[in-house]
């Protein structure tokens, strides 16, 4: 029977300061983009720490699984919402390479999940 994988507290506590920087990085995007593309960053980076959290009480691999499955949605979500500020010029790549980092570690781990859950 193989082993699910749990988020150790430093994922966690490395998604909380995430957050932090998301939350910093979109107070310095334009007025005319506070009402969209900030909060869109803000929701899906607050999906991210609310899945990882679940990871926790997950009690079986079908719930780790979905938690994953959602992640890996959000991620890609939030993947394309840095291009398009990149492409629109409010960021450069440098100003998202810390987040960008710490969002593929946790997707290795979410991926780790899921083929967990497909072995016997």
Do not use: W
């Not at 899945?51 to 991620?75: G, H, M, P, Q």
């Amino acid at each position: 029977m193989s082993e699910t994988i749990r988020p150790d507290i430093s994922l966690y506590q490395q998604t909380i300061l995430v957050a932090k920087e998301v939350y910093e990085l979109t107070c310095k995007l334009p007025i005319q983009q506070q009402f969209v593309l900030t909060s869109q960053l803000r929701r899906s980076i607050i999906n991210v720490c609310n899945r990882l959290s679940a990871f926790t009480d997950s009690n079986s691999k079908s719930t780790l699984k979905r938690n994953s499955e959602f992640f890996i949605k959000v991620y890609a979500e939030i993947k394309t919402q840095m291009k398009i500020s990149i492409t629109l010029g409010h960021f450069t790549s440098a100003d998202l390479i810390t987040l960008e980092n710490a969002l593929d570690q946790i997707l290795i781990f979410c991926e780790s999940n899921i083929q967990s859950s497909y072995r016997n």
